[in-house]
C-alpha cells in the first residue's frame, strides 16, 4: 500500500522553526509533485506548500517567505522546514503524492501525519 510515512513535529514556541519529513513507502516520488497539507481542530484540511516533478516550489500566501519545501529523490523524502512559526501553523500536518492544492480531498492514500503545535 503507497503512504506516506510524516514525522517532525512537536510543541514549539511562536517564532520557533522546525523541520518535518515525509518519506514515501510502497512508491517512488520520481516524476511526481509532492504537496504538504495541515488541518487544525475544527477547521479543514488546506494545501500550504507544492513542490512538482521539476523541484519548483509553490506555497500559499501565509507562509511564503516562512516554510522551505524541499525534496531528495534518492532518498524518496519531502522535507518542509518551517520558520518563523505562528500558532495557526498549528495542525497535523500530512504529504499527498500529485495532489498540492485545496483540501485535499481527491486524495485517498493519507498517512498518520505530525502533530504541530504553536503556543507561549
Known amino acids: 500500500q503507497m503512504r506516506f510515512v510524516e514525522s517532525g513535529g512537536e510543541w514549539v514556541q511562536p517564532g520557533g522553526s522546525l523541520r518535518l519529513s515525509c518519506t514515501a513507502s510502497?512508491?517512488?516520488?520520481?516524476?511526481?509533485?509532492q504537496g504538504w497539507f495541515r488541518q487544525a481542530p475544527g477547521k479543514r484540511r488546506e494545501g500550504v506548500a507544492c513542490?512538482?516533478?521539476?523541484?519548483?516550489?509553490f506555497y500559499i500566501d501565509s507562509v511564503k517567505g516562512r516554510f522551505t519545501i524541499s525534496r531528495d529523490s534518492d532518498k524518496e523524502t519531502v522535507w518542509l522546514e518551517m520558520n518563523s512559526v505562528e500558532p495557526d501553523d498549528s495542525g497535523i500536518y500530512h504529504c499527498a503524492l500529485d495532489v498540492c492544492w485545496d483540501d485535499g480531498s481527491e486524495y485517498h492514500n493519507w498517512g498518520q501525519g505530525t502533530q504541530v503545535t504553536v503556543s507561549s
Open positions: 513542490i512538482i516533478s521539476d523541484g519548483t516550489p
Open positions: 510502497g512508491f517512488t516520488l520520481r516524476g511526481h509533485a
